[in-house]
């Protein structure tokens, strides 16, 4: 399966009982395997989690750390691109260029890469002194 149809499927489990917006990310790892997530609400509205999140907390329990594909897919007018908190967590396991797909349900499709979506990103490094 590739990394747009298991976006596509996860997608169609997503739990979106207040937004009734779907998304469903799908993670290309280092090793060449795919983790999947899709956003899952709460009735408190804040305990909700993006799609993103799903796919990496995945990636991470199977043991890898590494992102080098990304696809994000949602039932909206335009690619939806991560949030902003997403492009922290993927930035956190991907390099500059590492590239996210957006698409939507209807076919359109547009790419950026991790450094185009998180200019100037705090990462690791910043905490090190000296
Ligand atoms: N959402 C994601 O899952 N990923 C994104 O990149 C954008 C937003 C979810 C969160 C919430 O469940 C719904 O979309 C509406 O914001």
């Known amino acids: 399966m590739d990394l747009l149809e298991a976006a596509k499927r996860v997608r169609e489990n997503a739990h979106a009982p207040y937004s009734g917006f779907k998304v469903g990310a799908a993670i290309r790892a280092a090793s060449g395997r795919i983790y999947a997530g899709c956003n899952v609400e709460n009735a408190s509205y804040p305990e909700g989690s993006c799609a993103e999140a799903g796919a990496i907390a995945a990636m991470v329990a199977a043991g890898e750390t590494r992102i ?49 979506l998180l200019p100037f990103a705090f990462g690791q490094d910043h905490m090190k002194r000296g």
């Open 68 to 116: 080098a594909e990304a696809v994000v897919i949602a039932d909206s007018p335009q690619p939806v691109s991560p949030c902003g908190g997403c492009r922290q967590r993927l930035a956190e396991f991907a390099g500059p260029q590492m590239r996210v797909t957006m698409v939507t349900l209807d076919g359109q499709r547009r790419t950026a890469t991790m450094e185009e």
